[in-house]
């Protein structure tokens, strides 16, 4: 089972992000608000290590993030998660991986990628709707085959194909999502969904 966001705010503000009448520009503000909350759950049990540190007044015993942090947007919506994550952690590297979906068949065509090292890194994949479940299930395989280890998928909505799908070919991922919606209609959108994720943010 994904681990679902129940916090209050996460609840008010997917509301305002499923309203059709809701324009790009609080969209993305939405959107930004919703990747916050979803990476912050994401990273609860990320490594520490202890470190020196001298107050004002004496020296105490602090931490510091153990391990790297990776976000892999997949193109073109998983682009709207990135920049809230990268102003929570300063030092993440950013991997980009382009899937096209093609609106026929609903399968996901590779077209680009480009990844930091991943070796002993925490590997974010993000992508706002989590449909069928093909785009992550590529985005994993292609993380995995360049070294990445520990990984989780954070999406705003998923459905429970999606879901499935990432639980049967990887179910060392652990999924992170604002929403499990009902179901895929037959051109695999959402329901009940918010639409195109990626049109809404960028107003195409
Ligand atoms: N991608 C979207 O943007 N919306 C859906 O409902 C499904 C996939």
Not at 52 to 59: K, Q
Not at 81 to 84: G, K, N, R, T
């Given at each position: 089972m994904p681990h679902l966001i129940k916090h209050p705010l996460?609840?008010?503000?997917?509301?305002?992000?499923?309203?059709?009448?809701?324009?790009?520009?609080?969209?993305r503000s939405l959107c930004h608000h919703l990747s916050m909350l979803l990476a912050l759950e994401a990273t609860r049990d990320l490594a520490m290590r202890e470190?020196?540190?001298?107050?004002?007044?004496?020296?105490?015993?602090?931490?510091?993030?153990?391990r790297p942090l990776v976000v892999v947007p997949i193109l073109r919506a998983g682009l709207g998660?990135?920049?809230?994550i990268v102003a929570m952690f300063p030092d993440v590297s950013v991997g980009y991986i382009g899937l096209e979906r093609d609106h026929e068949t609903a399968m996901a065509r590779n077209y680009y990628c480009k990844m930091p090292p991943l070796a002993g890194t925490r590997?974010?994949?993000?992508?706002?709707?989590?449909?069928?479940?093909g785009s992550a299930v590529q985005a994993i395989d292609v993380v995995k085959q360049k070294g990445g280890g520990e990984i989780c998928m954070l999406n705003v909505v998923?459905?429970?194909?999606?879901?499935?799908?990432?639980?049967?070919?990887?179910?060392?991922?652990?999924?992170y999502t604002c929403a499990l919606d009902r179901a895929l209609n037959d051109k695999k959108y959402i329901l009940p969904g918010l639409g195109d994720f990626g049109d809404r943010l960028y107003g195409t």
């Open positions: 996460a609840l008010h503000v997917i509301t305002r992000l499923r309203e059709k009448t809701t324009k790009p520009a609080e969209f470190v020196a540190v001298n107050t004002p007044l004496e020296a105490c015993i602090g931490h510091e993030l153990a998660m990135v920049e809230p590997v974010m994949v993000v992508d706002p709707m989590l449909a069928t479940g998923a459905a429970p194909e999606g879901v499935k799908a990432i639980e049967d070919a990887h179910p060392d991922v652990p999924i």
